[in-house]
């Protein structure tokens, strides 16, 4: 007979307890690994898919609006005779191009990039306040000069040029 609980359990019982023991460890530190390298893949693909949806309606979309109308918002002179259709048409581009961008690019983009994307929307805000403004009040043209109107709508435009090229480089580079 065997005296205490310890001395009588028999040596296969000790390596059986402690092979179960490290068994069930390993196992779970090979589940675990297995475990985050496959969240870290999902994670990569996951961010490539993103970046790719990115680059793409960046450059296919949003570049090629922007551009577009700032080629039409150049066109037009705020200091002489205001054309309503054509202010009222910088207007609502202006306003598609904003909405694009909420709900089709901004959802999508890095978010280092926002910072340009913020320089870009503050400047057409500017360009379609003074749009709106000048289309709709009746101010005289010499009152619009006056007030360097044609300057601000300008350097807005060359700010964002500026901006929306920078942007570009950056989306090659990086993206």
Not at 6 to 11: E, H, K, L, N
Not at 13 to 37: D, K, Y
Not at 53 to 74: E, N, P, Q
């Amino acid at each position: 007979m065997c005296e205490g609980f310890w001395a009588c359990i028999s040596p296969d019982a000790w390596l059986q307890t402690f092979g179960t023991i490290i068994g069930a460890f390993l196992g779970t530190l090979l589940a675990g690994f297995i475990s985050l390298h496959l969240y870290l893949k999902k994670q990569k693909d996951q961010t490539k898919n993103e970046t790719r949806g990115f680059k793409r309606k960046f450059i296919l979309h949003y570049y090629a609006k922007t551009k577009t109308v700032l080629a039409i918002a150049k066109d037009i002179s705020f200091a002489s005779e205001p054309s309503y259709i054509r202010h009222e048409a910088l207007y609502v581009l202006i306003n598609d191009l904003k909405k694009y961008y909420l709900r089709e690019v901004e959802p999508v983009t890095p978010i280092d990039l926002h910072p340009y994307f913020e320089e870009i929307y503050m400047k057409l805000v500017n360009i379609q306040t003074f749009t709106k403004y000048t289309s709709k009040s009746g101010i005289p043209p010499k009152t619009m000069e006056m007030l360097g109107v044609d300057t601000i709508v300008k350097e807005s435009i060359e700010a964002i040029e500026g901006t929306i090229d920078q942007l570009q480089t950056v989306v090659e580079e990086k993206y």
